[in-house]
């Protein structure tokens, strides 16, 4: 099953392979031809935007492999300078060529001779990229660019000294599932206490951002910066009202559920009530364990996948031989996981911050399914048909956590351990929901009411944990509460990109309603459809073509509850 082949990067068809874009003049000259090029057919406009998505991805892969440097050696400025000098010097530079190149093609006669099934969504996605930008907009975004990289510096760096040891603060939550109580709410106040050392420093560092943030929007016409961005992010099956229905559907659907698995917590651990401390320890006492080395973690995801479908597992593995994985957590680490897909490679690379816990297993796989989508998308030649929105991208990875799920017992060969592993997850599935539903609630009001003093946006994010509990008592521990977003990089790094994780599991329950009562081989192949297609058609259709819809109801929400409800009782 293991191969010992590596990945080549694609060989390029319109530039030369010794074309240097560390240099702007090179770059700046590339454009300029592009620019003047003359197009006398529809044929030559698609060569066109394709030689425009070819140069975008050697633009995009030496950014990617900056921005996963920095993120690899947080604690190493030099690093966080190169990144910036690169988008800063470069790839701010390109984006009037970009708004030049979208004109070109939104005003070639040529244009309405395209197949309008094929192409209509291309001018859909062009013609919003022509009405949002502004130059002097590329200034503030810059700016905006290294204040967010501060952030993960910053956190980067945050440890703790736990029985002798310096520990990160990730490596601090595998005791916060610690059968001893005392030591669970110790180790989390002491979380807590070292993200309130940085809360001024983090606060004024927001702060910047938020005011760089809404000037963008008011050069762009908008009275807000919510408005804004959920117009940049193409929305466009969706308005930020349907969002806020979504919030209430979770308030009225989900917490009644997640109150009645908080009772049961607070029973069987036999609390007066159930503190923060508490939320994680495992009910039975027994904590997962499903590695002990990196390698093993690795392997196990390949056999997995490969058991899936085995173009996945090669594809992991290609990945491995390829030094295209980081996934242990260490200090200096940035916080979180992701998958950046190497656009002219036409592969990715999965980071993330293992520290031996079952949620590590969960993030492995989130990320190798945004990894397959990356695999399957690589003959995509157009550019904005490869970037996919959050909605779409989030449902390929955590539609892989549910495909994968029912041979978990890869890392779980203990039939009871297995057992637990899928009830947490189905659980956690829902149990995620309410924290998503804050941490978007939170910025639209953030940019609603920009004005707002530092103290009233904690006031407002304590609220939102008070409408959202699932039960949990936060007695005395107010200050906490109230600055717990300061954790949540999205708020700081990408704003506004959250709610989709929340629509997405609620599509990666409905792909695995399917799995169950239609079989895992019609699903999947629906599942694969969805992967290949990309951003060729909008998010309902690609939704569709993954056989589920693309809805957020109370309704909706309501069916996905009960059949988590049915799944769980079916596991015993």
Request: proline share 3%; charged share 35%.
């Amino acid at each position: 099953m293991y191969t010992t082949e590596k990945i080549t990067k694609k060989k390029r068809r319109y530039f030369s392979e010794k074309l240097d874009i560390t240099k702007w003049e090179n770059v700046e000259k590339e454009m300029k031809k592009l620019e003047s090029e003359e197009i006398k057919s529809a044929e030559e406009l698609i060569k066109f935007m394709e030689k425009i998505g070819e140069l975008s991805d050697i633009l995009s892969e030496e950014m990617a492999w900056r921005y996963i440097t920095m993120t690899r050696f947080a604690d190493k400025e030099e690093y966080s300078q190169k990144y910036n000098e690169f988008y800063a010097g470069i790839i701010a530079k390109v984006q009037p060529y970009d708004f030049k190149f979208n004109k070109k093609f939104y005003e070639s006669p040529f244009r309405k001779e395209l197949d309008e099934k094929k192409y209509a969504h291309l001018n859909k996605i062009i013609s919003n990229e022509i009405e949002l930008f502004r130059e002097e907009n590329i200034p503030l975004k810059v700016k905006e660019k290294e204040l967010a990289n501060k952030y993960g510096a910053v956190f980067s760096k945050l440890t703790v000294k736990y029985k002798g040891e310096e520990k990160t603060l990730s490596q601090l939550a595998p005791f916060l599932k610690d059968p001893d109580r005392k030591v669970r709410e110790q180790v989390w106040n002491l979380r807590l206490n070292k993200i309130m050392e940085k809360r001024d420093e983090f606060n004024e560092l927001f702060n910047e951002m938020k005011e760089l943030r809404i000037q963008q929007a008011k050069n762009t016409g908008f009275d807000n910066y919510r408005d804004y961005m959920h117009q940049l992010k193409g929305r466009f099956s969706y308005s930020p009202d349907d969002i806020y229905k979504f919030h209430e559907a979770v308030k009225k659907v989900v917490i009644p559920f997640l109150k009645e698995l908080t009772e049961e917590r607070k029973n069987i651990l036999k609390l007066e009530t159930v503190r923060p401390w508490d939320t994680a320890v495992d009910l039975d006492g027994k904590i997962l364990k499903p590695f002990k080395e990196i390698d093993e973690f690795i392997d196990k995801g390949i056999e997995i996948l490969h058991t899936i479908k085995p173009e996945f597992g090669k594809w992991l593995n290609l990945m491995k031989n390829s030094e295209l994985l980081d996934l242990e957590n260490r200090k200096g680490k940035a916080p979180g996981g992701y998958n950046y897909h190497l656009q002219e490679t036409g592969a990715p690379f999965i980071f993330m911050n293992a520290v031996g816990l079952h949620r590590n297993v969960v993030t492995l796989l989130h990320e190798a399914g945004h990894a397959m989508h990356s695999f399957s998308m690589k003959d995509i030649k157009i550019e904005p048909y490869k970037s996919t929105p959050s909605e779409v991208a989030e449902l390929a990875s955590m539609a892989m956590e549910f495909i994968s799920m029912d041979l978990w017992d890869e890392y779980y060969p203990d039939a009871e351990d297995f057992k637990k592993a899928k009830r947490d997850q189905l659980k956690e599935a829902l149990g995620f929901l309410p924290w998503c539903m804050i941490v978007d609630a939170f910025q639209h009001w953030i940019y609603l009411n920009p004005d707002h003093s530092v103290e009233e946006r904690e006031d407002f994010f304590a609220s939102l944990m008070d409408r959202f509990n699932s039960g949990i008592d936060w007695t005395d521990l107010e200050k906490f509460k109230k600055n717990l977003w300061l954790f949540q990089l999205h708020i700081f790094e990408v704003p506004f990109y959250y709610i989709e994780y929340g629509m997405s599991q609620l599509g990666a329950l409905s792909v695995y309603r399917n799995y169950k009562k239609f079989g895992k081989e019609k699903a999947l192949q629906k599942y694969e459809d969805f992967l290949k297609l990309g951003y060729t058609k909008p998010v309902k259709e690609l939704y569709e073509t993954a056989g589920i819809k693309f809805d957020f109801s109370e309704s909706y929400v309501k069916e996905l509850v009960e059949f988590v409800k049915e799944e769980l009782e079916g596991i015993q």
